[in-house]
């Protein structure tokens, strides 16, 4: 969550042409992947193995079951994102230009990895991990983080600055077929 994702979409911004989309897609899903298992390992760890914590189940008690129901809603909300994602690019080859799908993929993404880091932070606290741990975590985080933010703003000013100088067409009308955008 802290380094998996954040450099897929960093990739996304650095990387000229249709290789970005490519390394993109591929850091994604195996970010995802590793997310799916590590949710996995969790439900195990407390379903199976009955990890008793503050005095009772990690789901069963109100005072702690806010991080797995975090974990699983950022799940089910980045299942969606390869959808939104495929839509976006089918709609944004055929106008040139971002619609809907294309913020609700890019705002998705943002909002629940940014909701997966802080939620790893607070599997750490929970589980009593030490300073030492919790810090190098939070530094990992806040860097990653950062850059990736600082990439983002980065590629919105490139597209912004291209679309004032006309480097980047308004409407798909106006273009012929065959013609290319830049």
């Given at each position: 969550?802290?380094?998996?994702?954040?450099?897929?979409?960093?990739?996304?911004?650095?990387?000229?042409?249709?290789?970005?989309?490519?390394?993109?897609?591929?850091?994604?899903?195996?970010?995802?992947?590793?997310?799916?298992?590590?949710?996995?390992?969790?439900?195990?760890?407390?379903?199976?193995?009955?990890?008793?914590?503050?005095?009772?189940?990690?789901?069963?008690?109100?005072?702690?079951?806010?991080?797995?129901?975090?974990?699983?809603?950022?799940?089910?909300?980045?299942?969606?994102?390869?959808?939104?994602?495929?839509?976006?690019?089918?709609?944004?080859?055929?106008?040139?230009?971002?619609?809907?799908?294309?913020?609700?993929h890019i705002f998705?993404?943002?909002?629940?990895?940014?909701?997966?880091?802080?939620?790893?932070?607070?599997?750490?606290?929970?589980?009593?991990?030490?300073?030492?741990?919790?810090?190098?975590?939070?530094?990992?985080a806040a860097v990653?983080?950062?850059?990736?933010?600082?990439?983002?703003?980065?590629?919105?000013?490139?597209?912004?600055?291209?679309?004032?100088?006309?480097?980047?067409?308004?409407?798909?009308?106006?273009?012929?077929?065959?013609?290319?955008?830049?």
């Amino acid at each position: 969550m802290v380094v998996l994702f954040p450099v897929g979409s960093i990739f996304m911004r650095i990387i000229p042409g249709r290789l970005s989309l490519w390394i993109h897609a591929l850091f994604q899903i195996v970010a995802f992947c590793v997310y799916v298992a590590v949710v996995g390992l969790g439900i195990y760890l407390v379903r199976m193995v009955q990890i008793p914590f503050a005095g009772g189940s990690l789901l069963t008690n109100p005072d702690t079951s806010y991080h797995p129901i975090i974990g699983i809603v950022v799940l089910a909300f980045l299942a969606i994102q390869p959808i939104l994602g495929i839509i976006h690019h089918a709609k944004f080859k055929k106008v040139q230009r971002r619609q809907m799908w294309s913020y609700l993929h890019i705002f998705n993404g943002r909002l629940f990895i940014t909701l997966g880091i802080a939620n790893g932070a607070l599997g750490l606290w929970m589980a009593g991990a030490s300073k030492k741990l919790k810090t190098a975590y939070i530094a990992v985080a806040a860097v990653m983080w950062s850059l990736w933010m600082l990439s983002a703003l980065f590629g919105e000013r490139r597209r912004w600055r291209a679309s004032k100088m006309g480097l980047v067409p308004a409407k798909r009308g106006n273009m012929n077929d065959g013609d290319v955008p830049f």
